[in-house]
């Protein structure tokens, strides 16, 4: 059974081209993927960076540890409590101390640059000794208004020079009286120890140099403060676990890019190998008169799939292992995964990967070596182009199964709970079961169809578009292998980035809804912190509320076995905050909220006003709190607030302005640009902060979304070629009988260009289908969170996918078409088989 279908492998090569190119390209993609996803589970062991030279590091703790009835369990917490000045005083008797205080500072100047990154922090000089920053031009500072910087490439800063420096109390004049090298882990500022106390007077953390064992019996274990020695060092480094979530985004991003890939590739070698089986029908049948049971014609399928498997996961994996550190080192250059990230030594990457790419193919073909074991011998006699029978009951039943399976759980999850809709693990999978669906269904659906598109058409002067109608209509085998890759691509297209681009705008629609006030300012970067002098100059401005907020988080337990962490802001005043926003209380009052209680949202477990819930809070204290008002989830971005007091370690980061009713706005708006101005700050209009913070999606969704995109697009147009090449071969009879009745050769290929883009509208149309299925269920789930904004559609692309894909289909069928033909009419129409 393999010689013989090895030898009619090699007289009808050009069928298997595309399935050879789609699955070896295919197995590429999920090797390389899985190499670089291999990449992302263990992130390099670094040491000690910014502490290598000191002794002991004493700091508060940043993790909180609850016991549960299923062991311990840790969570981060976000504002680690300062280290008190009268321990300082006490480790000071055990040995010398260097007080380190970290704050936002920045060079309005763009052409003075610091070190290698936007985003600077200030220090103490004072610690320096313990970090890797030596002096390599200049001196320490002596006074208050010298500073030393960290240089870099392209550094425009030298000993000597005044800059302008924004501190956490404004922004003034210093000098540059050293210099030292970027250290990579970030770009600072030093000032004099007093200069730092002033404008930082809280004390992160402390070098001790002395023996740990006497630094931990000055240190009470339950102070919250932690002693770090050694390899634990690290955890007073900025960020220490940058690496690991750097690598979060990139582990999800590959995945999902895998997971893609094998289903495309699943969907295109089965269209592509059922469409072959139903093209060599007069084949098998031959093979049945000779004597071939169906047992072995379904044999001599699975031997064929067999052989395009092993060659084609073969070629995809020496692809792949190619391609992995090319990727690899460009998603390093654009920063979607860190500097370091590197390919390294595993195979086990490419094992599955051969493996996945010979299971797809084999799967591929389950359903048409049935198809080709149940041709009988009169097939062999048959010469009827027209499609008969071409769907059987069993593929109705699995059809309808897949879609009332897909649209069953995106009922579920609208009325469990609405928000998992918008959540994008839901967004990328739900459309592969109705994209499944209507691919089974489109023998059916698409005579239909076809007729309905074409009804103008048919009717026009000219032949061209009753032919094509006819053509399409007759020929339902080879509309819907054709329509296949197109749904699957525009489907794609518009669900995965029309949801996201409406999940964007819903969440700017709702935080349009949900703001009162005039002017936002905000900190911007994770972390920073607004300088005290703008927030005293925003409140003296009169005629205006002012709302200060700080970024925070809170953490409960629940059902006794998980730490669970919330994003929280800490608001200055319930009332003012009342007066800036208008946010969605479901129950309770929002300016009830103190310093004994909360407001929570309804995905907490306890949702009940006046009862109290236990939390951990930013800096690691417990409370129990009383729960004021209750929000309703929106978007996702209707979070829990606390009072300022119960996030004592973290600093405002943002400022609502609600101008009063009769207060003269032009001059509140000048006094509060020129704050902003003295202070560093960028004071932005209410809308116009809204639209420079939403609608926006990272750079790893925006790069996920289009890779996924271009797989598709690249397999459908493998698809399509493939497809309309072996269809046009077998069409060589029915072209050359156009010529006969007087066509010219310009309008057979007129006609072969048009029945093409038809077919491909017919599948961009069942894939609009899919697409509006799925983003009425985003619509329908907005709605019933009660957040009000438009679906967006993306035109653009869609319409770009559509383009490309018409244009793939006219090459494939109008060249293979042309050659064709180049032969006297009267030879193939004459020619009996």
């Known amino acids: 059974m393999l010689s013989l279908a090895l030898r009619g492998m090699r007289t009808r090569w050009v069928t298997f081209v595309g399935s050879f190119v789609a699955l070896a390209l295919g197995v590429a993609l999920i090797a390389t993927t899985g190499l670089a996803l291999a990449a992302t589970f263990d992130a390099p062991e670094r040491g000690t960076e910014r502490f290598a030279e000191a002794r002991v590091v004493v700091q508060g703790t940043d993790e909180l540890t609850a016991d549960t009835s299923i062991g311990q369990r840790t969570s981060v917490l976000t504002d680690p409590r300062p280290v008190p000045e009268e321990l300082v005083r006490e480790l000071a008797a055990v040995g010398a101390v260097a007080e380190d205080r970290t704050f936002p500072v920045a060079v309005p100047d763009a052409g003075r640059r610091i070190g290698t990154d936007a985003a600077l922090v200030g220090h103490s000089w004072a610690v320096a000794a313990a970090t890797p920053y030596r002096l390599t031009a200049g001196r320490a500072p002596t006074a208050p208004n010298e500073v030393v910087v960290t240089t870099g490439p392209g550094a425009g800063v030298r000993p000597g020079d005044r800059i302008e420096v924004a501190t956490p109390d404004g922004t003034g004049p210093r000098t540059v009286v050293g210099t030292v090298p970027a250290a990579g882990f970030e770009s600072a500022v030093f000032f004099t120890a007093a200069e730092a106390a002033r404008l930082a007077p809280r004390i992160d953390r402390v070098t001790v140099d002395a023996d740990p064992a006497a630094v931990r019996a000055v240190v009470d274990a339950d102070s919250g403060m932690t002693v770090l020695t050694g390899d634990d060092r690290r955890r007073a480094d900025p960020d220490p676990d940058r690496d690991k979530e750097a690598l979060v985004s990139v582990n999800a991003l590959l995945g999902t890019a895998a997971g893609i890939t094998a289903f495309v590739s699943v969907f295109v070698v089965a269209s592509t190998f059922t469409f072959a089986v139903a093209q060599r029908g007069r084949e098998f049948g031959l093979l049945r008169m000779a004597g071939a049971t169906p047992g072995q014609v379904r044999r001599l399928v699975y031997a064929e799939a067999l052989v395009v498997g092993v060659l084609a996961s073969g070629a995809g994996c020496l692809l792949g292992r190619w391609a992995a550190p090319r990727l690899a080192s460009w998603m390093s250059g654009q920063g979607i995964a860190p500097a370091w990230f590197r390919i390294g030594e595993q195979t086990w990457p490419l094992h599955a990967a051969f493996w996945t790419g010979l299971t797809v193919a084999l799967c591929g073909v389950v359903v048409a070596s049935f ?320 639209g420079a913070h939403y609608p926006r999606s990272s750079e790893s969704t925006r790069f996920g979304l289009l890779m996924i995109l271009a797989i598709a697009l690249v397999h459908t147009g493998i698809a399509l070629a493939n497809t309309l090449v072996m269809a046009t071969g077998d069409r060589v009879r029915e072209l050359a009988a156009l010529r006969l009745t007087g066509a010219t050769k310009w309008q057979v290929l007129r006609l072969v260009a048009v029945e093409s883009v038809l077919v491909v509208v017919v599948g961009a149309v069942l894939g609009a289908a899919v697409s509006a299925v799925n983003l009425l269920g985003v619509r329908i789930a907005l709605g019933l969170l009660d957040v009000r904004s438009a679906v967006v559609v993306p035109w653009p692309t869609v319409g770009a996918v559509i383009a490309a894909s018409a244009l793939l289909a006219v090459l494939a069928a109008t060249l293979p078409a042309s050659l064709a033909l180049r032969t006297r009419p009267v030879e193939p129409a004459g020619t009996r088989e």
Not at 451 to 472: D, H, Q, S
Not at 651 to 671: L, N, P
């Open 371 to 690: 198809r080709a074991g149940r041709t009988g011998p009169t097939a062999a006699l048959r010469e009827s182009a027209v499609d008969s029978g071409a769907l059987p009951w069993s593929r109705r039943a699995v059809a309808g199964a897949v879609l009332l399976t897909g649209l069953g759980l995106l009922v579920m999850a609208l009325v469990d709970n609405p928000g998992d809709v918008l959540k994008r693990k839901t967004y990328l999978t739900q459309p592969m079961l109705l994209i499944v669906a209507f691919a089974l269904l489109a023998p059916v659906l698409v005579r239909p169809l076809t007729r309905l598109l074409t009804w103008l058409p048919a009717r026009l002067p000219g032949a061209v578009g009753m032919l094509a109608r006819e053509n399409a209509a007759a020929g339902v085998r080879r509309t819907a292998a054709v329509a296949a890759p197109v749904i699957i691509t525009v489907a794609l297209a518009c669900s995965l980035m029309g949801t996201t681009a409406t999940v964007n705008e819903a969440k700017a629609a709702e935080a349009r809804t949900q703001t009162r006030a005039d002017y936002v300012v905000s900190a911007g970067d994770a972390g920073r912190t607004l300088p005290a002098g703008f927030v005293r100059a925003a409140r003296s401005v009169p005629g205006v509320t002012v709302s200060t907020s700080r970024s925070t988080g809170v953490t409960v337990l629940e059902e006794g076995t998980a730490l669970v962490r919330s994003e929280a802001r800490a608001v200055g005043s319930a009332a003012d905050l009342a007066t800036v926003a208008h946010l969605p209380v479901v129950a309770g009052e929002l300016t009830d909220l103190d310093d004994d209680s909360i407001v929570v949202n309804e995905e907490w477990l306890t949702t009940r006003v006046g009862q109290r819930v236990s939390v951990w809070l930013g800096d690691g204290r417990k409370a129990d709190l009383r729960i004021a008002a209750v929000l309703a989830v929106g978007t996702g971005d209707n979070g829990v607030y606390v009072s300022a007091r119960n996030a004592a370690g973290a600093g405002i980061d943002r400022v609502d302005i609600k101008v009063a009713a009769g207060a003269d706005r032009a001059a509140v708006d000048r006094r509060l640009r020129a704050a902003g101005a003295a202070s560093g700050v960028e004071v932005l209009g209410a809308g116009q902060w809204i």
